[in-house]
């Protein structure tokens, strides 16, 4: 009996080590996103004078998105500022998208 319960409280503290060690950010340097986010810029500057303001919109809040990923997984931030930055990237991305939906549609159907 008491092996068991030697082994069972083992088990236990061995759980609680896991889960109070911290996590570790991701390794690797995200040249992609860069890489993405350089190309959109590049785009919206090269087509500053043929796009209309909803294509201008469009590409400023895919480059937020795109920043707010880059900063949530390289800089120190707390865990609101985690939360604050994930929703607000989801917002931009979203936002981004509907008016996508919409140029496509005023360009093809209206």
């Known amino acids: 009996m008491a092996k068991q319960y030697k082994k069972l409280k083992q088990k236990i503290i061995h ?3 896991k ?3 911290p996590k570790e950010k ?3 340097k ?3 996103l860069i890489g993405i986010m350089l190309f959109t810029v590049i785009v919206l500057a090269l087509g500053w004078q043929q ?3 909803m ?3 469009m590409y400023i809040l895919l480059v937020i998105s795109l920043g707010l990923t880059y900063a949530r997984r390289h800089f120190e931030l707390t865990e609101t500022q985690q939360v604050i930055a994930d929703r607000a990237g989801f917002v931009a991305i979203g936002l981004a998208v ?3 939906i919409v140029i496509c ?3 093809f159907f209206g």
Do not use: C, M, S, T
Request: net charge negative; aromatic share 20%.
């Open 15 to 17: 759980r609680q080590e």
């Open 19 to 21: 889960k109070e060690a």
């Open 26 to 28: 991701p390794a690797g």
């Open 30 to 32: 995200d040249y992609v």
């Open 51 to 53: 796009f209309d303001n």
């Open 55 to 57: 294509n201008r919109l």
């Open 98 to 100: 509907a008016l996508f």
């Open 105 to 107: 549609y005023f360009q």
